[in-house]
């Protein structure tokens, strides 16, 4: 299948994957670097989940002082989504690339060496920094380098990938964190991001052919506030935001949670696993459907099981059970409504503007992780248990769906604007 081709040769170091011009197929090391990209910043927000009594501990600090890193570090790739985008169109990939990930591996470093939380903190910070020009560069990369049929089977490559990420890497964390140290998941996390660099720097070059500028910088930041003003757009932002913050939110607080019910650090990091595979689910099923059905059909069943399952978790929560398997399989069936959520939020916002949709994929992201970093700062002042879990995961539920409704409704009007 042919790739799109460049008039002038690739600058930077090649091998025979990437020689002369952009590669005609999908090479094994190709593959690697962009998983890599892709994986290492949502591996890095969770691979110390399991590990949050331990850090506490050895602080001498509250749990919730370690919960709220992770809104720290959310609040760093919120502005990697907000900005990287933009900046790799006018400037290229490649240096962003390999300045981020030199960041995130020396920011791994910080976090295992702290002396205390915040130093942690800022290296929590610094390491989303850096990870998150993988989350945003990485996409660019593959439109860069390969046709639109090709580009679509990379991405289908990619992605059950990343979405397995947030199981394996709290069962990968609480391994290390049992064997070694709570400090040992972030040695490996400083690992592969070194590697990644190399193999960056080394393999390589340059796929933007035609870079913008500063102009072209401003005019990708200036849309945003067009997009702002949209209810369309707001109904997509809100759905990405919604099932983000519930799903985040667990993640944050469950730890603690399954402590509290008796669960070792590595029983915790088996506990991730549903999440994952039925988001995977959710979104094999979304696509499927969405051949058949419009976007907000697809969005509105997605909204159905959201619900639903906030409202059994808060029943479930409120009797305090003292069991893990109603949170597990409740907080399944949420990853699986993520599953029609997050990936038709993206799509519907991409299309719906396309003459924007640079500008309108970087503020969804953003939004999204404002989404998660909120609800992870909010879980560090409530109690560290099911119910109050189950109470904010039914607020954003239901808020979620109030919204959903009302934009749908002002977006239906003749008087909406779409680009």
């Given amino acids: 299948m042919a790739s799109r081709k460049s008039e002038n040769p690739p600058a930077g170091g090649e091998i025979a994957a990437l020689s002369d011009r952009t590669p ?25 989940l399991p590990a949050v009594p331990r850090i506490a501990a050895d602080f001498g ?37 390999l300045a981020g990930f030199s960041l995130f591996a020396v920011a791994s470093v910080l976090c295992a060496t702290a002396p205390g939380i915040t130093a942690f903190a800022v290296g929590r910070l610094l390491q989303a920094l850096g990870a998150g020009t993988g989350l945003v560069v990485g996409r660019a990369m593959v439109g860069d380098l390969f046709d639109k049929r090709t580009a679509t089977r990379t991405f289908a490559t990619i992605m059950p990938i990343v979405g397995v990420s947030p199981a394996v890497s709290p069962l990968i964390g609480s391994y290390l964190t049992t064997w070694f140290s709570w400090r040992a998941p972030f040695v490996l996390t400083a690992v592969i991001g070194g590697v990644t660099v190399a193999a960056v720097a080394l393999a390589v070059p340059e796929t933007l052919s035609r870079r913008g500028g500063g102009s072209g910088l ?82 509105g069943i997605g909204y159905l099981l959201f619900s639903t399952a906030a409202l059994l978790l808060l029943v479930a929560g409120l009797a305090q059970v003292r069991s893990p398997w109603p949170l597990l399989v409740l907080m399944g069936v949420v990853a699986t409504a993520n599953g029609f959520l997050l990936p038709m939020s993206y799509a519907g916002g991409v299309t719906q503007f396309p003459s924007k949709a640079a500008s309108a994929s970087g503020l969804l992201g953003a939004l999204q992780m404002i989404g998660g970093s909120v609800a992870s700062l909010a879980v560090g002042f409530f109690p560290g248990d099911a119910r109050a879990l189950s109470v904010m995961i039914f607020a954003i539920a239901l808020s979620a769906v109030a919204a959903f409704l009302s934009l749908s409704r002002f977006s239906a009007r003749p008087g909406e604007a779409s680009a």
């Fill in 218 to 299: 401003r005019g990708t930041v200036g849309n945003y506030p067009y997009l702002l003003r949209q209810s369309r757009f707001w109904l997509y932002a809100v759905s990405l935001a919604a099932g983000y913050s519930a799903y985040f939110g667990y993640l944050v607080a469950s730890p603690v949670i399954f402590q509290r019910m008796g669960l070792s650090t590595t029983a915790t990091g088996y506990c991730y696993i549903s999440v994952s595979f039925t988001y995977v689910l959710g979104n094999l099923c979304s696509r499927r459907l969405s051949a058949r059905r419009s976007i907000s059909q697809v969005l």
């Fill in 61 to 97: 600090v509250g749990e919730s002082s370690v919960q709220r890193t992770f809104s720290i570090y959310m609040a760093g790739l919120v502005v990697a989504q907000a900005l990287y985008g933009p900046v790799s169109d006018a400037y290229g990939r490649r240096p962003l690339v």
């Fill in 24 to 48: 005609t197929t999908l090479s094994p090391l190709l593959l690697a670097i962009l998983v890599s990209l892709a994986v290492c910043g949502l591996m890095a927000s969770d691979i110390n």
